[in-house]
């Protein structure tokens, strides 16, 4: 199974704080990788496929960069509603596989 | 609306056997891959298994391999994971997730690339004595 390794696990940020989220695959994926945001209960959310394509309804200040084996998510302007844990996850594999998880926190 | 709801879980003992489903509206079901994906509890995202729209493709997790049985009824736009001996290690969220499908053509090769855009709220199961 194709591993997937976030950086880092937890991350503390303020309002407004530009944030940048690291998934790493143990080979390569060509760009495809999702990434999801989850809260506390909740079910995830897609924001991003296909590495850098962001899902319909996300907001802007979410984007994705990278292929291969090292990807990005970027959070331009930190907002409250974004703190949250968010997952990347593999799909050139039928087997698909999820990174740890990077919890957002407020600082 | 397009909406999955999960129902089936509970508390069960080592060993016993549970049958998840998942109703799903708003959208054309038999169009659509579908996979169940768990969580258990304080951990990550874990894929359980996936069912094509024509049933005719399945892919299970190692973990699982040999345990579950996934299975979809397009008529009554459901899908369904069935769990035999199930072990602690199966307690989790168990969630239903649509799959968004992308085909590339290289020569007279197909490949497929799936993610999942749509998810349930999630079902809750226990296995412990």
């Known amino acids: 199974d194709i591993q997937m390794t976030q950086s880092p696990s937890t991350l503390s940020a303020s309002v407004g704080d530009r944030v940048t989220i690291t998934c790493r695959a143990s080979q390569s994926i060509s760009s495809w990788l999702a990434w999801y945001q989850q809260k506390p209960g909740k079910a995830p959310k897609l924001l991003i496929y296909k590495a850098s394509s962001l899902e319909s309804g996300v907001p802007s200040r979410f984007s994705g960069s990278g292929s291969g084996t090292e990807f990005t998510l970027t959070i331009s302007s930190l907002q409250p509603d974004d703190f949250a844990t968010y997952y990347c996850?593999?799909?050139?594999?039928?087997?698909?596989?999820f990174g740890g998880g990077t919890k957002v926190e407020i600082k | 609306e397009v909406q999955l709801v999960e129902s089936g879980g509970g508390l069960v003992q080592p060993g016993g056997s549970l049958r998840l489903s998942c109703a799903a509206s708003g959208f054309t079901f038999s169009s659509y891959s579908m996979n169940w994906v768990r969580q258990a509890p304080g951990k990550g995202l874990e894929w359980v298994s996936y069912?094509?729209?024509?049933?005719?493709?399945?892919y299970y997790a190692d973990s699982v391999k040999g345990r579950f049985t996934i299975s979809r009824d397009n008529a009554k736009n459901s899908l369904y994971l069935q769990m035999n001996s199930l072990r602690a290690e199966d307690t989790a969220v168990y969630y239903c997730?649509?799959?968004?499908?992308?085909?590339?053509?290289?020569?007279?090769?197909?490949?497929?690339?799936?993610?999942?855009?749509?998810w349930g709220k999630g079902t809750t199961v226990t296995v412990s004595s």
């Open positions: 997730a649509r799959a968004l499908m992308t085909t590339v053509t290289l020569g007279h090769s197909y490949y497929y690339y799936y993610y999942m855009d749509v």
């Open positions: 069912i094509s729209s024509s049933s005719s493709t399945i």
């Open positions: 996850q593999q799909y050139n594999s039928y087997s698909l596989t």
